[in-house]
Nanobody, 121 residues
């Protein structure tokens, strides 16, 4: 099985920075696409940043120029660097990884448990 463990959330003042991590463990042949989502109070979950296995990245308009998604394949870990944080960035943040467990298995989606980010004004 594959497990994802998120870390790095917390309380930060507006203008501050946080780096979220999402570490995958278990039987992993290849980490393909990845993404970070967030869900604020009373809001639907939205994609914040995404990256393909080839390295193409996409960001929500609201975070462009402030957030950056990256990965460390050796550690099976993905990151979300968040700079210039705003109160409206307050939300639960969730990582989503597309993982192939074995060379002959189909890729599957896995989700982290979520980490809370709170930005005070």
């Amino acid at each position: 099985q594959v497990q994802l463990v998120e870390s790095g959330g917390g309380l930060v003042q507006a203008g501050g920075s946080l780096r979220l991590s999402c570490a995958a463990s278990g039987s992993i042949f290849r980490l393909n696409a990845m993404g970070w989502y967030r869900q604020g109070p009373g809001k639907q979950r939205e994609v914040v940043a995404a990256a393909t296995s080839g390295g193409t990245t996409n960001y929500a308009d609201s975070v462009k120029g402030r957030f950056s998604i990256s990965r460390d394949n050796a550690k099976n870990t993905v990151y979300l660097q968040m700079n210039s944080l705003k109160p409206e960035d307050t939300a639960g943040y969730y990582c989503q990884l597309v993982i192939r467990q074995y060379y002959n298995s189909a890729p599957r989606d896995y989700w982290g448990q979520g980490t809370q980010v709170t930005v005070s004004s």
